[in-house]
């Protein structure tokens, strides 16, 4: 869920459409399955719980280290190839994208196609406001269609490829739609408050343009579970008790107000596992997929969602966004510098009139990707040490140490 808020928030500067129900897998060994070509065996609650191998069992002298390797030994060679590959391939991606996003931007402000779609809009209406999100609109189904033999490759045919994927193709465009549609509606509101800053700001909309973006974060936290969510997945109650009772016992253990717990259907699009504990300020929701619930046994899903819970109980949302919003200062100060230098040097060329122009989107869109493109190991490190505390939190809130230790162990 914290990704997918990212990922919405960052699509409304940079018109990158966020994946519909993308779920977050929570540990590298259940990663490295699915990317073997795992898929869901339909049965509710494994009966069997993944075997211990000696070395990663409890005992005085227990290596961490040890056993990490202890378990990763039990995987196939060949399927921990495949596991690697899908993986150094997604980090190619990321260049790839970023590299296909700047191409694109810097054709729309050569050509001057964004100073024709700001006169489109302009012709449109006479509101300030609403020639933003004309533009907006504009400029979204256009990044999307360019990115689209990517886009498709990306999210739908490696998918597939790496057994990660369920969907039909109409299912899945039929997703990405209501993803544009979502980016359409979200974007247009948080561009026409930026834009307002940016006009009535000139020297400080850094400052503002940074608070603007992290107040829309928030307020996605917010209302990312109750409301976007369900658009593109179903929400029902858990009423198994065997499952329900150990995971409501733990959240009321850890000062989490919740009384039910809810599974979405992700396995109409990914073979995936995934839980999650979203949303604050009275939206906060308990929620595991269907393939952690058919494919786990019960201490392994009492373990992620011990995971997850950590999350909450750690309050990561709140020191993500904190994060999130120094990160925000220091990347909108150097956009403030680096876009008054371009528009000096080629604003007449592309028929951008200042900053505040609509046109100069791309400017700013090229300018941010660069930037996060590079800022990646610092954002990465940020998930990696909050990853690290809830596994933490997690074993030891599901009490996973004293699980099948074995008699010479305990003795």
């Not at 039990?74 to 690697?84: E, H």
């Not at 498709?152 to 109409?170: C, D, K, P, S, V």
């Not at 936290?221 to 995971?247: G, S």
Request: one cysteine or more; a neutral charge; proline letters at 5%.
């Amino acid at each position: 869920m914290r990704r997918l808020l990212l990922a919405c928030a960052v699509a409304s500067v940079l018109a990158v459409p966020c994946g519909a129900g993308a779920q977050e897998v929570d540990t590298a060994a259940a990663q490295g399955a699915v990317a073997a070509g795992e898929t869901p065996s339909g049965s509710q609650v494994a009966p069997t719980a993944l075997p211990i191998p000696p070395a990663a069992r409890a005992s005085d002298h227990f290596d961490p280290e040890a056993a990490t390797e202890a378990y990763l030994a039990t995987v196939p060679p060949d399927k921990k190839a495949r596991s690697d590959a899908y993986f150094e391939g997604g980090y190619w991606l990321l260049l790839w994208n970023a590299v296909l996003a700047s191409l694109i931007y810097v054709l729309l402000l050569a050509t001057g196609w964004s100073a024709r779609m700001r006169d489109l809009g302009e012709r449109l209406t006479r509101f300030r406001a609403l020639q933003v999100a004309a533009y907006w609109v504009q400029f979204l189904v256009v990044t999307s269609v360019l990115s689209f033999p990517l886009t498709i490759y990306q999210n739908f045919y490696r998918e597939h490829h790496y057994g990660l994927a369920t969907q039909t193709f109409g299912p899945w465009m039929g997703d990405q739609l209501k993803s544009l549609i979502l980016g359409a509606v979200l974007g247009a509101f948080f561009l026409m408050a930026m834009y307002a800053v940016l006009r009535r700001a000139r020297r400080t909309w850094w400052i503002w343009g940074s608070a603007v973006t992290i107040a829309f974060l928030g307020l996605g936290a917010v209302i990312a579970p109750v409301y976007i969510a369900p658009m593109f997945n179903t929400y029902t109650k858990l009423d198994d008790a065997r499952v329900l009772d150990p995971i409501l016992s733990m959240a009321r253990a850890n000062g989490i107000p919740a009384s039910d717990v809810y599974v979405m259907d992700a396995s109409r699009q990914t073979t995936r596992i995934s839980a999650n504990v979203s949303g604050f300020l009275g939206t906060e929701r308990i929620t595991l997929n269907d393939n952690l619930l058919n494919r786990a046994s019960l201490p392994e899903i009492e373990a992620v969602m011990g995971h997850e819970m950590g999350h909450y109980v750690l309050h990561h949302v709140y020191t993500g966004l904190l994060f999130l919003g120094v990160l925000a200062v220091i990347v909108f100060a150097l956009l403030k510098r680096i876009s008054e230098w371009a528009l000096t040097t080629w604003g007449e060329g592309w028929r951008v009139r200042g900053v505040d122009d609509v046109a100069g989107l791309p400017l700013l869109a090229l300018v941010l990707t660069v930037l996060l493109f590079f800022l990646t190991p610092v954002t990465n490190s940020l998930t990696r040490v909050q990853e690290s505390e809830a596994d933490i939190f997690g074993l030891n809130a599901a009490r996973l140490f004293n699980l099948e230790v074995p008699a010479e162990a305990k003795a």
